[in-house]
């Protein structure tokens, strides 16, 4: 290379790279609001991706120009938003493949011209400035680029893109492996760490002197490149002959013509001049051969001209390859088509048609042609051309021999002049097409009624295999392994519910469990309490109406006696002196209120609210507000006689103004003439005379004091500006019944109403409306009805399953039957009272395949709650028809159970479907806003501080957006925005017509209106952006780009190390009263250090104080009985040695406790030194008993992070991740409701509806996880309804062009997933078949079926679902899961019950028939029933291979490590598992190509034959006239299944047998893909078709019993490791249970090692855990 010195870079810069591909995450890259996920595609990585796909061939444009579209429409059709970014100097690379040199430029001018992609071609190199500038302006959330080039020279230039990309902070996701499917785009993302930028940062001399060097040496093998094919003619040369060449054509051709004829006729006569000048070796091809080779040219072109794609497809395969100079000159003419191209922007207004610039070269049709004249057309006769192909032809012959002007080139026939062949003579030239290996197209023949119901219809029209077809036979000749033989493989396997049930029935005679289960509830109870402060209901069951009294008379006689009326009068005594209490301590509280305001008007206007919320009576309400006016009215009075000419203290105009609005509009009824005048006094003297005049048009005011008096503001921009989140909202004033906390809004009751009437709902809500509470209502509602009524809270994640349980528990207490409980919880990981409880939580993190079989299958009303979804209008509509699927069923079922007379079936159906309240309804309930406003702001770093700047949401959006898509719904505006922008939209155009109507004070909403509401300053807001968008369609955009540039805040200013600044920006905020704030970051490991910094912050900043003697009585007092309990302890030891211990856990827990509150030191430490409520901290220690820390301490004492959280939580400071432990969450989030931690570091847990309310959100670090979804949820949290009228969001170290994506985008739109699985297939036929209920059974299949999302009004959709399940139960049965009568046989529990798990169920299935297992789990001796380490090793990489995949990028296995490969790659099956393993996936291999052969027949072909994004149509009208065109377009067998493109490259049907080749030729119309088939190879295949290695994490983790081992060299992270181990953990235990129930002999050997390595592992999981917390305890 230009210096050796860089050579040791090189490789240091590669291994860098392979060493973090490991650690590469593989997860959707584009998630449900992809619009806001700008990112950036190398344009050179994606043609070298493509380049690699195993079904392409060099030389065929077409094909890979569709390869390069459907790799981009995978994008787009999950919304993505991208810029291709080609660099100048990576075009260096290809100068030893000028072929791909060309490929290069056309592909550029593709995308340019047939696209609406912004492609980028001005950027020299990846280390450029204007590269650079272009990274901070964008900030894409990631760059796809390739990981690997065509040469080492190429790979070194990817990966200087890949180091300078995370340098500038930007995260990397290889081209290469992804996948997609209907709503997900997965690929590996290796993000920019600190570590890859210090790198970055460190090396950047090196890295600029060594990319020079690498260019320098690229433009050194340029040259020697271009003189080996021009001699003496260097690039400009080229450039300016290929400029002379088509300035010629284009006054030939001066009208246009199409980019196809332009290169033929251009590049041949270039070529052939070029050839001529530099001819001079005796052993080349001579002029005359060239000749004939650039006739052949030209005819291969005509036939692209004529033949549509459809004919093109069938053409021959010729598998020689040319001559080794024809291929040279083949090169020369690739050289001569770059520098053509790449002169074509300098004609730009030539009328050139570029529309199939992607079929520019067909090398398959060049070589059928060559073949034909060479070896086929010495035979007579000749076979004619066609009249439209031979006028073609000779024409471009003709305008190159006008081109050529050195020498004459001959005329146009006969094309072949010469002898010379420039094919190699080969002994197979033609590929032969052999369609043995493809199976039977038919179906087995089957029938049941869930079949013929849903697919009888279409079984008619499909082939159906006759009873003596080869496969039919081979169907009852299954083998099954003789140690199989006292199984009950076709035993059901018990579900969740008889586990859990059996599980129950145990300890429910169990006193341990039953007192342990009496704490858990307590603690349940206090955990909701501490959550909101609600009292508990108690819950009476009304199943009958309470009767009236029946005593009559004697019940009065009885309320007469003289003992009774003497205790009516005690009692009235009673409450009369309670009352008389009661209105001496309003007096003296009112009287303190009326002090505070005198004393501090802000602290005393906070005690008068905090009355007001607390207060019933609206007379004693109102006698305050007017107590609250006199005090503003007298504070403003004094403070404007004060001040003089400075500025004035509005905030006493708006208190003032606040009581103004509230008496007004609340106690309008209570008002008297006397109020008004004070209140239109209050007006004037604020300077708003209009409005006075308008309340009491008799004031006379005092115009001398005015001035001094006035605000100066117009009184509707006065409330606008100021009083913009305080404006009243637009709120029932009438009290509905059923709820007694607050006023509930229209859509509310709405919804409430929905409960009432048994009806379902889809709400559509914003983060904290108050949504939730229908489900608290919903819950009531049922546990009122009766007590064996059940409600169904299905929770996103497990996390949240706790806190709605312990909400519950606070909520509701009932009196239950025994053997009842009121909740109980169901996740994955724990359960409780599931059996028995009336109110059921189901937690999991699971897809959305889930919640639709879930809306699909259940009979009962539902209420599906979300705040994130585009189209709930598709969503409702769906779920109607469900439902009017359900009341047919229902009714058909009814009728059949009458019509039978089976009374006793009918009234159990009627009971179990709650048949005659059962409403069909699904209602769709909006709340259009949320009910606090969000202020964003950006935080900057200047001279070592953190500064605020005020982020205006208009400020985020383009023209362009507001153009195509207008203001997304949820981008609001608060009134001061509004205000604003109208601001500003009148600083722009200064003679705006509008700008006197939509002025504040002339706008028809809020003209002389005294008091503006919430609902006014929208219609501002809606009018504002309406005016603007009109701008933009009058031609006024120029005007709106300065209106949303003078919007947008400068650039942000950022410091070096903006972690160091972190605590700074924490303080920040508490100075400025904006905690309690959630600060959101997206790495385990980050939570915690933030966390500490912060807390290492305030230990700096703590002043020396003297201990306070309160805090120190406290706590003696606490020493005091301590002493008490030992001196009981030791009088009890003897005695009760139990109760002895159970002392002394509490002397523990107290003695925690003490220290805990010693090092609080609350009343020692000033304000500055904790970040926690000192409020609350005070009522905390001196509260006498049901302490929140004496609770919630113990429970985290013994806890991985438990020390750690306690050590913050003395000042104030928490953290929450999800690798935490659920105790240690709850810790977290009971001490910051409790307000005990007003500052918590989390990650995206807390996203999902956790309940920890604040004042401020803060995103502290980006991540490509940082998506507007997540931005969504998380900024949600902000605004505590009740307690905040605003919330504030904070951007903190984020760029700020993400920030304006993040606001800008909208909300996703809901879209259906491929529904159906193998798996699922199968349980629907076993609940079909075993079902309890037959005909109930099959109506909730068919509802699956039938129902699907996906399929919702799409007809072809549905087609494809009616073959897909047809395929499923066609495998199903060849594999032996079920009979031709759709019953289940073998094994068919295991699979179904493994059915998580698909394709690796159905695989460990397979290996169990077979046998497998036993030969392997063999005792360590005769008799024994343990198994040595080497067999457990070897069941481990099994089950290994099966359910804990994990794959890494192919590249990796390149790396140069300190340790061996085998520590990080997994081993390979033993060689019989893998032999069973091939002949698993062949078998399903056939039948899912028989299946896409049937299913391709009912395709759409005409989009088949048009590109995919660009949508250029290849059709046409086959030509018929040529009989050399019938000669070489002759291939039609075996070309039915799959894309006519793909066949270009000789492509056929039995490609869909080839694991790396299924997804590449697949129909793109069909509807699947080869993801749907249920294959599971040994390796996986990226796009290139390069093996993707599987992770040894699993292995490993067995072996060496070490995380951090694993996190080094496996490179997964600790949080990720544990979740996985757990996981595969729970299927060892799911599979020993399974294999348990199956296996009669419970001294089979595979039961028993199964047995063995489930509590082994579980063993090895719990002891590293245990070690993890004593290492962070120490």
Aim: charged share 25%; proline share 3%.
């Amino acid at each position: 290379m230009g210096s050796k010195d860089h050579a040791v870079f090189f490789r240091e810069m590669t291994q860098l790279i392979l060493n973090e591909m490991p650690k590469a995450g593989y997860s959707s890259i584009l998630n449900d609001f992809v619009e806001s996920n700008f990112f950036v595609i190398d344009g050179d990585s994606l043609l070298v991706t493509c380049l690699g796909v195993k079904s392409f061939k060099w030389g065929q444009n077409l094909h890979f120009f569709y390869l390069v579209e459907c790799y981009l429409v995978d994008l787009l059709s999950n919304g993505g938003q991208f810029t291709i970014v080609f660099f100048k100097d990576a075009e260096y690379a290809y100068f030893d493949f000028p072929e791909l040199l060309s490929l290069r430029t056309a592909l550029i001018l593709h995308l340019q011209h047939n696209t609406n992609i912004d492609v980028q071609t001005e950027f020299s190199g990846c280390l450029s400035q204007d590269w650079k500038l272009f990274l901070e302006q964008h900030y894409p959330y990631f760059l796809i680029v390739s990981e690997e080039g065509l040469s080492d020279l190429q790979t070194y230039l990817f990966n200087f893109l890949i180091i300078h990309s995370w340098g500038m902070k930007v995260n990397v996701v290889l081209s290469s492996g992804h996948e997609s499917d209907t709503l997900r785009f997965y690929a590996y993302t290796m993000e920019s760490t600190d570590r890859n930028q210090t790198f970055s940062k460190e090396n950047e001399t090196v890295i600029q002197s060594a990319y020079k060097s690498l260019i320098q040496h690229l433009e050194e093998i340029r040259v020697l490149v271009l003189a080996t094919h021009f001699e003496h003619l260097k690039w400009n040369d080229m450039m300016e002959e290929a400029y002379q060449t088509l300035f010629l054509l284009q006054h030939l051709w001066s009208e246009g013509s199409d980019i196809q004829r332009v290169l033929c006729v251009t590049s041949c006569s270039l070529s052939l001049r070029m050839y001529h000048r530099v001819l001079v070796h005796s052993n080349c091809l001579s002029l005359q051969e060239v000749e004939d080779f650039c006739r052949l040219r030209c005819l291969c072109v005509a036939f692209q001209l004529h033949l549509p794609l459809s004919q093109r497809a069938c053409s021959r395969v010729i598998t020689c390859s040319w001559i080794r100079n024809s291929d040279s000159f083949l090169k020369m003419n690739k050289w001569c088509e770059y520098f053509i191209l790449s002169n074509l922007n300098v004609f730009g207004c030539w009328n050139l048609n570029l529309n199939h610039v992607s079929d520019l070269y067909d090398e398959q049709l060049l070589k059928n042609i060559a073949f034909y004249y060479e070896f086929e057309s010495t035979q007579e006769p000749h076979l004619n051309l066609g009249d439209s192909i031979r006028r073609d032809y000779e024409d471009l012959w003709n305008v190159v021999s006008h081109l050529v002007k050195e020498f004459n080139v001959g005329k146009s026939f006969p094309l072949r002049t010469t002898r010379r062949h420039f094919l190699r003579q080969e002994k197979s030239v033609i590929q032969e097409i052999s369609l043995e290996k493809m199976p039977s197209v038919g179906f087995i023949p089957m029938t049941s009624a869930v079949i013929d119901e849903f697919v009888g219809d279409m079984m008619k029209d499909l082939p159906i295999l006759k009873s003596d077809d080869p496969v039919v036979p081979s169907l009852f000749k299954q083998k099954t392994s003789d140690e199989l033989l006292h199984w009950h493989a076709q035993r059901l396997l018990s579900d969740d519910y008889d586990r859990i049930k059996c599980h129950v029935d145990e300890q429910s005679r169990d006193p341990h469990v039953l007192d342990f289960l009496k704490k858990i509830q307590d603690y349940q109870q206090f955990y909701g309490k501490s959550l909101e402060s609600i009292s508990t209901k108690v819950i009476v069951t009304q199943t009958t109406r309470p009767k009236e009294d029946s005593s009559g008379a004697s019940g009065e006689i009885l309320q007469n006696t003289k003992p009774h009326q003497i205790t009516k009068k005690s009692k009235k005594k009673s409450f009369l002196k309670e009352d008389q209490n009661k209105a001496q301590q309003n007096d003296d509280l009112l009287f303190s209120i009326e002090e505070e305001m005198k004393n501090n008007l802000h602290s005393g206007i906070r005690k008068l609210e905090d009355y007001l919320t607390s207060c019933a009576s609206n007379s004693v309400k109102f006698g305050v507000e007017m107590l609250g006016l006199i005090a503003c009215f007298k504070a403003w009075k004094k403070h404007c006689r004060g001040e003089g000419k400075i500025s004035k203290d509005l905030s006493i105009a708006v208190q003032m103004m606040k009581r103004i609005h509230s008496l007004l509009e609340r106690y309008p009824e209570i008002l008297e003439a006397e109020h008004h005048q004070y209140i239109a006094k209050c007006l004037k003297y604020l300077g708003f005379n209009d409005l006075a005049n308008s309340l009491d048009p008799t004031l006379i005011g005092d115009d001398k004091n005015k001035k001094k008096y006035s605000i100066d503001i117009g009184p509707a921009r006065f409330q606008l500006q100021y009083m913009g989140h305080y404006l009243i909202r637009d709120e029932r004033k009438d009290r509905d019944p059923r709820v007694q906390d607050f006023i509930p809004n229209a859509w509310q009751q709405e919804l409430l109403d929905v409960v009432d009437k048994n009806e379902s709902a889809v709400i559509v809500a914003p983060t904290s409306s108050g949504k939730t509470y229908a489900s608290y209502y919903c819950m009531e509602k049922v546990l009122r009805e009766s007590d064996v009524g059940v409600v169904v809270y299905v929770a996103p994640a497990k996390s949240l399953v706790g806190q709605v349980a312990a909400t519950v528990e606070n909520r509701f207490t009932k009196t239950l039957p025994a053997g009842r409980t009121l909740c109980g919880a169901f996740t994955r990981d724990y359960c409780h009272n599931v059996l028995n409880c009336q109110v059921h939580y189901l937690g999991r993190e699971v897809g959305a395949k889930f919640w639709e079989l879930l809306l699909v299958i259940i009979r009962c009303p539902f209420l599906v709650l979300s705040a994130t979804i585009n189209n709930p209008n598709l969503l409702t509509k769906w779920l109607q028809s469900v439902k009017q699927y359900w009341k047919q069923a229902d009714k058909i079922m009814e009728e059949k159970c009458i019509s039978e007379k089976q009374a006793d079936k009918c009234l159990n159906f009627l009971q179990d479907h709650s048949y005659k309240n059962q409403s069909y309804e699904v209602r769709l309930v909006l709340c259009g806003e949320r009910y606090n406003d969000l202020e964003k702001h950006i935080c900057s770093v200047k001279h070592d501080d953190v500064y605020f700047d005020h982020f205006h949401p208009c400020a985020a959006l383009t023209t362009d957006i507001i153009e195509k898509y207008g203001f997304p719904p949820d981008l609001t505006l608060t009134p001061q925005e509004s205000i604003q922008l109208y601001d500003t939209m009148a600083q722009v155009w200064e003679t705006w017509p509008r700008a006197q109507e939509l002025c504040p004070e002339e706008f028809i909403l809020f003209k002389n209106k005294i008091v503006i509401k919430k609902l006014d300053a929208r219609k501002y807001e809606e009018n504002l952006k309406a005016e603007l968008t009109n701008w933009i369609k009058n031609g006024q955009v120029k005007k709106v780009k300065r209106v949303l540039k003078n919007l947008s805040p400068d650039s942000l200013s950022s410091s070096k190390d903006m972690v160091k600044m972190f605590p700074l920006l924490v303080e920040k905020l508490r100075q400025m009263d904006k905690l309690p704030a959630i600060f959101f970051l997206f790495k385990n490991d980050d939570v915690g250090k933030r966390a500490g910094s912060v807390c290492t912050f305030l230990e700096k900043t703590e002043t020396k104080s003297h201990p306070h003697t309160e805090c120190h009585s406290y706590v003696f007092a606490i020493d005091e009985v301590l002493e008490k309990v030992r001196k009981t302890q030791k009088r009890i030891t003897k005695k009760n040695p139990k109760k002895a211990e159970k002392l002394e856990r509490k002397k523990v827990y107290r003695a925690e406790y003490i220290n805990f509150l010693e090092n609080l030191k609350i009343l020692e430490i000033s304000e500055d030194c904790t970040y926690a409520d000192v409020k609350a901290l005070h009522t905390e220690i001196t509260r006498n008993k049901d302490s929140t820390l004496e609770r919630v301490l113990p429970r985290v004492r013994f806890t991985r992070h438990g020390k750690e959280l306690k050590a913050l939580a003395q000042r104030g400071i928490g953290y929450h991740h999800s690798s935490m432990y659920f105790k240690e969450k709850e810790f977290v989030e009971i001490l910051f409701v409790k307000g005990l931690i007003r500052v918590v570091t989390a990650t995206e847990t807390l996203a999902l509806g956790i309940h920890m309310p604040c004042k401020s959100v803060v995103f502290a670090q980006d991540s490509v996880y940082l998506d507007a979804l997540n931005y969504r949820q998380m900024s949600g949290r902000a605004g505590r309804r009740g307690q905040d009228l605003l919330g504030n969001v904070y951007f903190f170290d984020i760029p700020l062009p993400k920030i304006k994506r993040l606001l800008a985008s909208s909300v996703p739109e809901l879209r259906g997933q491929f529904p159906l699985s193998i798996t699922l297939v199968l349980r629907l036929m076993l609940l079909a078949s075993k079902g309890d209920d037959p005909e109930d059974a099959k109506a909730k299949v068919l509802s699956v079926l039938k129902h699907s999302l996906l399929s919702f009004k799409r007809r072809r959709a549905m087609e494809t679902l009616k073959l897909y399940f047809l395929f499923s139960l066609q495998l199903l049965i060849k594999e032996d899961y079920l009979n031709k009568k759709g019953n289940p046989k073998k094994f068919a529990g295991l699979a179904s019950y493994l059915h998580g798990h698909e394709p690796s169920n159905l695989v460990f299935v397979n290996f169990l028939k077979r046998g497998l297992f036993h030969n392997l789990c063999k005792p360590a001796w005769k008799g024994s029933q343990q198994f040595s380490q080497d067999v457990m090793e070897k069941l481990v990489l099994v089950l290994a291979n099966l359910f804990g995949r994990k794959y890494i990028p192919a590249k990796f296995q390149n790396a140069n490590l300190s340790f061996s490969q085998s520590k990080v790659i997994l081993a390979e099956l033993p060689e019989d598992f893998k032999a069973a393993l091939y002949e698993y996936n062949l078998a399903v291999m056939k039948d899912f190509a028989s299946f896409l052969l049937i299913a391709s027949k009912s395709v759409n072909m005409k989009k088949e034959h048009q590109l995919p994004l660009s949508r250029i149509k290849f059709t046409g009208k086959e030509c018929e006239d040529s009989q050399l065109v019938s000669h070489l377009m002759s291939c039609k067998k075996g070309r039915v299944a799959i894309s006519p493109f793909v066949c270009l490259s000789g492509n056929t049907d039995n490609d869909l047998l080839r694991p790396e080749t299924i997804n590449q030729v697949i129909l793109r119309t069909v509807g699947v893909s080869g993801t749907q088939a249920p294959l599971l190879w040994p390796w996986k295949l990226d796009n290139r078709g390069r093996r993707m290695p599987l992770n040894a994490y699993v292995l490993n983790f067995y072996k060496h019993n070490c995380l951090t081992r694993l996190d080094q060299k496996n490179g997964m992270r600790m949080g990720q490791l544990l979740k996985c181990l757990k996981d595969f953990a729970f299927n060892i235990q799911a599979i020993s249970d399974s294999l348990s129930e199956l296996c009669e002999n419970k001294r089979d050997n595979v039961v028993l090692a199964f047995k063995q390595l489930s509590q082994t592992f579980y063993e090895k999981l719990q002891e590293m855990q245990i070690q993890m917390s004593q290492n962070h305890l120490e």
